[in-house]
């Protein structure tokens, strides 16, 4: 592995760093400069390791400079900064990413535009992808056993169902863009990657790139593939085909050209899994033939549902309910004002802070404009609907005439996810992760609650929106002697911990 004073070549045409010890650059053959230094600076970020390149750009490990936290940097290349449109393009990549704030869908923590560099700052993960999973396994070992394949799938369906419910459709979920690590005690743990080609719904009604056929010809739905306009249950079809891989080691329409993959999406009913593998139980392979319906309105009609099927087969509950709730929405639920969390900064000049107040005051609680750039058309649109999941305690509107009361957003998120929240009165708000909208400046106290965790409360008082997150640390055992953290005495627990930070974005390093 290579450390920072070996990224020290920057190649003049694609403009990636890449280590000391090449001449040439690996992507576009051209001799690469003599090493220097600051090659492997960028922005507050020193680059550690080139972890691959893609058709848009490379993604690199970093550290922080000043606060030690190391990310991952994914640039845009070179050639491409000066295209608005393939700015645009990135930036709803990062966009599309950051909002829908799920843990099982990979975080993205800022978008920096600056001269030549153009990139956007996420989480580092350690593991392998799920392709790896499926087929670097020795023969012998044969597919991911049904049990341990639910598990994956059930993430994954949880982090789609959170996905959909903010108007966002993946259409390149595959094997390769589904990563698993190790976190919080937990093997397996799923995070979805690589938004780049996902379609953001818009108001009008057209997609992002309306007609085109984007993605990978193995995994699309045979709506994708016709080239029409699609929704969530696209990405369940994809589901269904990484399940099928995953249960029998065997794509579902794999080899051929592009052109004979995609004939076959559209035309030619899938094997049953039992073919490949006799012991699969009979409701299990109905279950995901039913995500591979080539008619989208036989499909499941959620990611949730698709899990319940798989769960239902194998006779067993869904593993975390609680991941779900990002994408329930309660029945007669209006849309709301719904705040990311971590605002992007986008291509385009945005409307006010004070514009987009009085616009939510005056609107009935109708969203601020958001001027979002996606791929090559600059536009302006409402934020997405409040997933259907968030559970939102909101404040009431005053009758007309009455006075304007400004408000804000507040993220509230809790690791594991789950954990019911209750205000400064007691009585609970909802289930994280939720939004909740409050006066702006009022000080708030909430707390959090999860069976089998300590109770975490937090105190504070937000004049803009903001995100109050929360890591929920397990019930020690009976007779347990608290540790200390950090080499530090353990404290007696504070009845209300001081004030959360007032900034409207959340620092990605204080987690």
Not at 13 to 40: I, M, T, W
Not at 408 to 424: F, I, K, M, N
Not at 482 to 508: F, K, M, Y
Request: one cysteine or more; hydrophobic letters at 40%; charged letters at 20%.
């Amino acid at each position: 592995m290579p450390d920072a004073a070996g990224l020290t070549r920057r190649c003049p045409a694609c403009g990636y760093r890449f280590e000391a010890n090449l001449s040439v650059c690996p992507v576009d053959h051209r001799k690469l400069p003599p090493a220097d230094q600051a090659a492997a600076e960028l922005g507050s970020y020193r680059l550690l390791q080139r972890l691959g390149e893609g058709g848009m750009g490379a993604v690199y490990r970093a550290v922080h400079r000043k606060l030690g936290r190391e990310v991952a940097i994914k640039v845009l290349q070179k050639d491409l900064t000066s295209d608005r449109g393939i700015i645009n393009r990135f930036f709803h990549e990062a966009r599309a990413a950051n909002t829908i704030r799920h843990e099982n869908v990979i975080e993205v923590y800022d978008f920096v535009e600056d001269g030549e560099n153009v990139y956007f700052v996420m989480e580092l993960l350690r593991g392998r992808d799920l392709h790896d999973t499926i087929h670097r396994r020795p023969a012998a070992q044969g597919p991911i056993e049904p049990a341990r394949a639910l598990f994956i799938i059930e993430q994954i369906a949880a982090g789609l169902h959170a996905t959909h419910a903010r108007d966002i459709v993946h259409r390149d979920l595959k094997p390769e863009n589904i990563f698993l690590c190790h976190r919080h005690g937990v093997n397996d743990f799923v995070k979805i990657i690589d938004f780049g080609v996902a379609k953001l719904d818009r108001p009008d009604g057209l997609s992002t790139v309306a007609g085109a056929v984007l993605g990978t010809p193995e995994y699309i739905a045979p709506e994708q593939a016709r080239g029409l306009n699609i929704d969530g249950r696209a990405d369940i079809y994809s589901l269904g085909c990484i399940a099928y891989e995953m249960l029998t080691r065997h794509q579902v329409f794999g080899g051929g050209t592009r052109a004979d993959v995609l004939t076959r999406q559209i035309k030619v009913d899938p094997p049953p899994l039992r073919r490949f593998v006799h012991d699969l139980p009979p409701a299990l392979d109905a279950a995901v033939l039913q995500a591979l319906a080539k008619d989208a309105r036989a499909r499941p009609a959620t990611a949730r549902v698709f899990a319940e099927s798989l769960a239902a087969a194998l006779e067993r509950p869904l593993h975390d309910p609680g991941a779900f709730h990002a994408g329930d929405r309660p029945s007669g639920s209006r849309p709301r004002r719904r705040s990311t969390g971590l605002v992007l900064r986008a291509p385009a000049a945005t409307a006010s802070r004070r514009a987009r107040v009085l616009r939510w005051s005056l609107g009935g609680l109708t969203a601020a404009l958001f001027a979002g750039a996606v791929f090559s058309v600059q536009l302006r649109r409402t934020p997405p609907t409040l997933p259907a999941s968030a559970p939102v305690a909101a404040i009431t509107p005053p009758a007309h005439g009455g006075p304007v009361v400004a408000t804000v957003t507040v993220l509230l998120q809790s690791t594991p996810s789950g954990a019911e929240v209750a205000g400064t009165n007691g009585v609970s708000i909802g289930a994280t992760p939720m939004s909740w909208v409050v006066p702006a400046g009022a000080e708030q106290v909430v707390r959090f609650r999860k069976t089998g965790f300590e109770p975490v409360t937090r105190q504070f008082r937000a004049s803009s929106d903001t995100t109050v997150a929360v890591q929920l640390v397990a019930t020690p055992p009976a007779g347990a002697v608290p540790r200390a953290r950090r080499g530090r005495p353990a404290r007696p627990p504070a009845s209300v911990p001081e004030l959360d930070s007032v900034a409207g974005t959340i620092d990605p390093f204080g987690k």
